[in-house]
Every structure is written in structure tokens, then in C-alpha cells.
């Protein structure tokens, strides 16, 4: 990736919504944006409410744990609740940037499978629009966590300040309290991004073993070209050694080298061709925990996030 670009990525860091179990019935009022009340019963057949918080909606936009903090503590007085347990709570990771969501696209596909990879997860989807071959979000869900990259701005044709968002979402187990996020956050998906880094390699063993097997079927068996071949599935080669790795496998062409070169060379501004070093990959993994730990910490958000906010 281009290190100017690789520098411009940018994201600010904040709690998004929280669901928490609460015993019995809880009155929200009709007027309390941000809130919504579910009555379930558990397997005993004793009644509770399943809450889902956005403070953000009710009070505006909150960039710091302490703000946060404030927030919930005021919301669930006037719920007059104060017996509690979070089930799930969502990080939101943002970007003000126009056109930040295709740009690091592909970035966040090779990182996402690494964390699909290092977790087992089958349920690992890309979206586009119905109508056109626009991508739209990317996602990974497991028993634990999920996490989702999406296009803010197509989702709110415009007229939100955000752009793009990386969402990370925990299932929390236990009898979690809000003082536990900060480790949730700052501990337990810091080390699931290590374990994303550390399956990388293997994210781009898999995607080879699959397109081989395409490869073969479409350019051995149809006689489709080899450049259109690359073309076509571009997004899925995250490195220049990936791509020689692919063409030497297929036992079918000629100076791997010089091919992978020539099509980078040739095709660059007509598809998905960035490649991506570790430390391009380190670089978004470190801005995802400053911004997370900027949250936390409770310091101030960029002047840009000011600017834009106020």
C-alpha cells in the first residue's frame, strides 16, 4: 500500500449500542430515543428485560468512556434501573473520510479473514448492492464476537459526518458491568487482531487453494485469458507473493514473475490490484487500538472530529 495512504488511515474510537438483561419489566418512555425494550422469559419462565442503549441517539454524540459512563448512569436512573447484566456491546470505529470505505476495502477483507481464520468462523459475508456491483460491507460472526466494516455513507446517502465503519461487537458473558468494557476492548480484541496478523499467512494459502481450483475450471477448461482471469478476482491477491505463488501453482504459465509484474503494471487502475505489506497490516491493527484506547483513556478526539461535530 502506498505509505501516504497507509498514514491517512485515520478512525475515532466510541461506544455504540449496549444490550443488558434487566429482571422484570422496564418502562421506556415514548419519548427516550436510543432506547427499545424486549420481554423475554428465561428458562425458568421468570420475566426480563432485554434493554438496547444507544446513548449517542439520546445525547449526541459520545467520543470518551468517561462521557459514556455519564450517559449510561443518567439513562438507566431514569429507568429507574440499577440490577443489570450486558449481554453485548458494540465499538464503533470511525472514519470522516470521503471514499475511506473503498479505499481500505480490501484491507479490511484480508484482515477480517484473518480473524475468521484464526476463530474457525463460517459465517464470513460480503455485500454489494442488489442493483450494481458496489460494495457495500464486509462481515464475520462467530459464538463470541463479530465484527463488520461498512459503507456509512451509502447506508446514510450522505448525511451522517461518518463515512465508514468498523464495528467490533462482543457477546458478554457473565455478569459484565459497564467499568468492564475497557478490558473487553482494550485487552481481549487487541489480542484477537495479534491472532488475525498471526493467520495471514494462511488467508492467502486458502484463497490460492480457491482460486486454483477456478483457475482450472475457467482458463484450463473454458480457455478464458489469464489477464482476465486476474481481473476478475484481483481483490482476492493481498500480496506480489501471493500472486507469483498462484501462477507458479497452476503449472501453466511461463515466468510467474514477469506475469505478476506485467498485470500489475498494466491493469493497476483498472482493478483491486493494491498489495499489502505486514506493515501495512500492523499500521491499521495499531490505529484500531489507539483509537480504541483514545476512547478509553478519555482523551480528546482528532480536531478534525471537533470540527466536524461541532
Known amino acids: 500500500m502506498d505509505r501516504l495512504k497507509r498514514n491517512n488511515y485515520k478512525l475515532t474510537g466510541s461506544v455504540h449500542t449496549l444490550q443488558m438483561q434487566v429482571p422484570g419489566e422496564v418502562f421506556v418512555p415514548e419519548d427516550m430515543a436510543g432506547v427499545s425494550c424486549l420481554l423475554k422469559r428465561n428458562k425458568q419462565e421468570e420475566l426480563y428485560s432485554l434493554l438496547k442503549i444507544n446513548p449517542n441517539a439520546l445525547m449526541g454524540d459520545v467520543w470518551t468512556y468517561h462521557e459514556y459512563q455519564d450517559a449510561m448512569r443518567e439513562i438507566l436512573s431514569v429507568l429507574n434501573v440499577t440490577d443489570y447484566r450486558i449481554t453485548r456491546t458494540d465499538l464503533r470505529l470511525d472514519s470522516l473520510q470521503d471514499g475511506f470505505f473503498r479505499q481500505y476495502w480490501k484491507i479490511h477483507r484480508y484482515l477480517l479473514s484473518g480473524l475468521a481464520k484464526a476463530y474457525g468462523a463460517s459465517n464470513k459475508y460480503r455485500t454489494e448492492k442488489l442493483d450494481s456491483d458496489k460494495k457495500i460491507s464486509l462481515s464475520v460472526k462467530t459464538r463470541g464476537f463479530e465484527i463488520e466494516f ?98 507458479y501453482a497452476t503449472d501453466h504459465i511461463e515466468n510467474p514473475e514477469y506475469v505478476a509484474n506485467n498485470f500489475k503494471r498494466r491493469y493497476a487502475d483498472k482493478c483491486d490490484i493494491e498489495f499489502y505489506s505486514m506493515a501495512d497490516c500492523r499500521y491499521v491493527v495499531n490505529e484500531i487500538k489507539r483509537a480504541t484506547s483514545c476512547f478509553f483513556d478519555n482523551e480528546n478526539v482528532s480536531d478534525v472530529t471537533q470540527n466536524a461535530t461541532s
Open 150 to 247: 461498512y459503507d456509512k455513507q451509502d447506508e446514510t446517502n450522505g448525511t451522517d459526518i461518518v463515512t465508514a465503519r468498523l464495528e467490533e461487537r462482543s457477546k458478554v458473558r457473565g455478569n459484565a458491568t459497564l467499568t468492564d468494557l475497557r478490558h473487553e476492548f482494550n485487552e481481549n480484541w487487541q489480542n484477537r487482531w495479534q491472532n488475525a496478523l498471526n493467520n495471514l499467512y494462511y488467508v492467502r494459502r486458502d484463497y490460492n487453494e480457491m482460486l486454483l481450483e477456478e483457475f482450472k475450471k475457467q482458463v484450463i477448461g473454458q480457455r478464458l485469458k489469464v489477464n482476465e482471469f486476474l481481473l476478475c478476482n484481483a481483490d482476492k491477491f493481498f500480496t506480489r507473493n501471493q500472486l507469483i505463488q498462484f501462477l
